[in-house]
């Protein structure tokens, strides 16, 4: 990746066999709780796991994006932003074993090793939890709307008016089943099917929308920023910033997705990890750019923050696309929710000190799902939430903390391309955790005016 690697032994796999100096408790307690209890995941399953950690909401609200950003500033921070989170997620696959015969399985573990038990527990913990249970939010509200268009699309005479706080308890209910698989690998169909959905709903999406443009060649399409005021495209910009980085928010569940590879001193882990993560990025540039591209160009500054609802013909094209949009997220949800149970269970029974059990995962896991049920139901705001959240809480574990740690860890030559590099990510990523949620907050405010709560 165009940056200096450590070679000082303290970095690299001692040849020397590992000691487990864990107590016979400590290993059933790492052999039941959800990150460390599977390690035989093969490098196909980073593949899927991190497309399906990566392509969700974000790649339908791209097209909305675009006509707040423009052409111009939309394909440079289009094309910046894979960049710069391919290289952050390259840093950290390669982080994840730099210390001799130690595994860092968790995002936190990596900032404690960099920052301190303490100081680093407090800087990565926080983000992470932002990060995973608002995108499980803003994915109940994606489920719940999808599952609502497909009704309408469907239902035309003699239904039952639902409203959208119906089809998010509809959409939850399924996960206060499959919240209770134990970890990863239990999830790896599921996740399996989630990415295979999410290329298909993207092609759906891009296709469709040039099939529309066929069959009206001369409808006329305007470009220009839809806000009236000054004030109000400056808004739409910064929060076009938050979608955009929402977009690209798999580097929370990566380590944790790499914990389930298994690792030697002659076969790291990271090698079928990195191979997983170009398959990941390969698909990632399919799904994006094309729906983020032909969806602006074929709708204009008309798009919706959702690109499936501007697309209302053909019916069963759209249906099909919402279904797969439906099966994508609730992959999605259990793939951040997994490492927010770790960190639940890890509490309770290290902590806390209760008895690993059955019945404390379906309490916990239960009052989890409910929890972000409720809050969805409350804010339902789709295209808000992903620019709201998307700058406040994942550029800075996406765009730029990794690189912070690196600098931490390896301390590479001032000017040099290593230095300068992360140097680069680190600013454009504070300015986007800056800007970003202005935008998104105020997008908030504007939607609660007109809407009834729990209505």
Request: glycine share 6%.
């Amino acid at each position: 990746m165009g940056t200096e690697t450590p070679t000082t032994e303290k970095f690299a796999f001692s040849s020397e066999p590992e000691i487990d100096k864990r107590t016979a408790e400590q290993k059933a307690i790492d052999d039941w709780l959800p990150i460390t209890s599977s390690r035989n995941a093969k490098w196909w399953y980073s593949a899927f796991h991190n497309v399906t950690a990566m392509v969700g909401a974000g790649v339908l609200s791209l097209p909305s994006a675009m006509a707040s950003l423009g052409w111009g500033p939309g394909v440079v921070i289009l094309v910046l932003s894979w960049i710069i989170t391919l290289y952050t997620l390259w840093q950290m696959v390669e982080m994840h074993e730099m210390v001799a015969g130690k595994r860092f399985d968790r995002y936190h573990e990596l900032g404690q090793h960099a920052f301190g038990e303490k100081l680093g527990l407090w800087i990565v913990v926080p983000q992470q939890l932002i990060c995973e249970i608002s995108v499980d939010i803003v994915y109940m509200v994606t489920g719940g709307k999808s599952l609502q268009k497909i009704h309408d699309l469907v239902c035309k005479k003699n239904c039952t008016n639902m409203k959208t706080t119906h089809f998010i308890i509809i959409f939850s209910s399924v996960h206060f089943v499959l919240s209770h698989l134990p970890n990863f690998n239990a999830i790896s169909g599921i996740s399996l099917a989630a990415a295979v959905m999410s290329l298909s709903y993207s092609t759906i999406a891009w296709v469709a929308s040039v099939e529309k443009h066929v069959n009206n060649p001369h409808k006329e399409v305007e470009y220009g920023y839809k806000a009236k005021t000054s004030a109000g495209t400056v808004f739409n910009f910064l929060n076009a910033l938050g979608d955009v980085a929402f977009a690209y928010a798999g580097h929370n569940v990566v380590l944790e997705i790499q914990a389930t590879i298994p690792s030697s001193p002659e076969k790291p882990s990271k090698g079928p990890m990195w191979r997983g993560v170009l398959m990941a990025y390969l698909v990632v540039a399919l799904c994006y750019f094309p729906v983020a591209l032909i969806g602006y160009w074929v709708f204009g500054n008309t798009v919706e923050d959702n690109i499936l609802i501007s697309l209302n013909k053909p019916t069963w094209l759209i249906v099909t696309a919402n279904m797969f949009v439906v099966i994508h997220v609730i992959g999605s949800y259990q793939l951040y929710a997994m490492p927010v149970f770790d960190m639940i269970e890890t509490l309770m029974v290290k902590q806390l000190h209760f008895k690993p059990s059955w019945w404390l995962r379906f309490v916990e896991r239960n009052v989890y799902v409910a929890f972000t049920m409720f809050v969805a139901i409350t804010f339902p705001f789709f295209g808000s939430l992903l620019g709201f959240f998307g700058g406040f809480a994942f550029a800075p574990t996406t765009y730029f903390l990794p690189c912070i740690i690196w600098l931490a860890i390896y301390k590479p030559r001032m000017f040099s391309l290593s230095w300068i590099t992360n140097w680069i990510c680190i600013i454009l990523g504070f300015l986007l955790m800056t800007l970003a949620p202005i935008g998104g907050m105020r997008s908030i405010i504007l939607n609660a005016k007109n809407y009834g709560f729990y209505q």
